[in-house]
Nanobody, 124 residues
Framework: QVQLVESGGGLVQPGDSLRLSCVASGRTFSSYTMAWFRQAPGKERNFVAA????????RYGDSVKGRFTISRDNAKNTVYLQMNSLQPEDTAVYYCAASTTSLLVATTRNYDYWGQGTQVAVSS
């Protein structure tokens, strides 16, 4: 049974930074793609970033390029999302997801496993 557990969310001011963590357990993830999605109230779940666990190649959504960085620590089975220059429009629940494909896909239907989400709120 695959488990993904996110942490690191919180309330910050515009311009601040946060780092989200996703601890993965239950399988060997070396061939997986790991990703972050986010969902604001009343809106659909949108792609933020993805990383191939084996190659470390990453992909980003247009709205976060240059501000967010996805990374992974193999020894800790953990994926991170470093978020800088946060803005109110970044407010959402952030979800960690895992796909058994090695492709850096950006659609929710391609992900097999999901975490419970962590809330990020950006407000002055």
């Amino acid at each position: 049974q695959v488990q993904l557990v996110e942490s690191g969310g919180g309330l910050v001011q515009p311009g601040d930074s946060l780092r989200l963590s996703c601890v993965a357990s239950g399988r060997t993830f070396s061939s997986y793609t790991m990703a972050w999605f986010r969902q604001a109230p009343g809106k659909e779940r949108n792609f933020v970033a993805a990383i191939n666990w084996r190659t470390d190649i990453a992909r980003y959504g247009d709205s976060v390029k240059g501000r967010f960085t996805i990374s992974r620590d193999n020894a800790k089975n953990t994926v991170y999302l470093q978020m800088n220059s946060l803005q109110p429009e970044d407010t959402a629940v952030y979800y960690c997801a895992a796909s058994t494909t090695s492709l850096l896909v950006a659609t929710t239907r391609n992900y097999d496993y999901w975490g419970q989400g962590t809330q990020v709120a950006v407000s002055s």
